[in-house]
């Protein structure tokens, strides 16, 4: 009798140890749409990054304004749907880091780009150097904000035992 009663206690302390240790649907789901907007940021800055480099290069800026709607729309539709996420137990670090993030791309898109979206003739080359310039100055400060996302999402990953695949985030 005793060993049977330590043999069902063992059991289910492993079952509670193991069950434990499974992330729930709602931190994975919480862990995967931060990393999937973070993500689709990452991609769509360098898609509009290599755009503006061809823009340079031709000294057509037409190319651009589709573009800079689009990632603008992105952008504002991302700020929008984690300002409502509701955050789940250790999320909320990693889910302001993200917020931080996307609130500078859009300082970016919408305050330094904007005359981007300007008539071609009234694009000066002074205007075109002093965007580029501040994009420029402004590169560390957004590699440093996907940094720190990159940082507290491992942080969350880790303390429920998510998978992080370093290419996604």
Known sequence: MYYSRRTGILTLLCFNLLS???PSPEIKAYN???VAITSITHKKGNLLGRAIGEALIDRDYNQLRP???EATNLILQNLDSVKQLQPVRGGEPFREAVLDLL????LI???VMK???EPPAKLSDDIIQSIMKRLFELDQA???KFEMVKERQKLFANQFGL???DSEV
């Open 32 to 34: 995967d749409q931060l």
């Open 67 to 69: 573009l800079l709607g």
């Open 20 to 22: 434990c240790s499974q």
């Open 142 to 144: 957004e590699q440093k």
């Open 163 to 165: 998978q992080v695949d």
């Open 103 to 106: 609130q500078f791309e859009r």
């Open 115 to 117: 005359p981007l979206n």
């Open 109 to 111: 898109l919408i305050d």
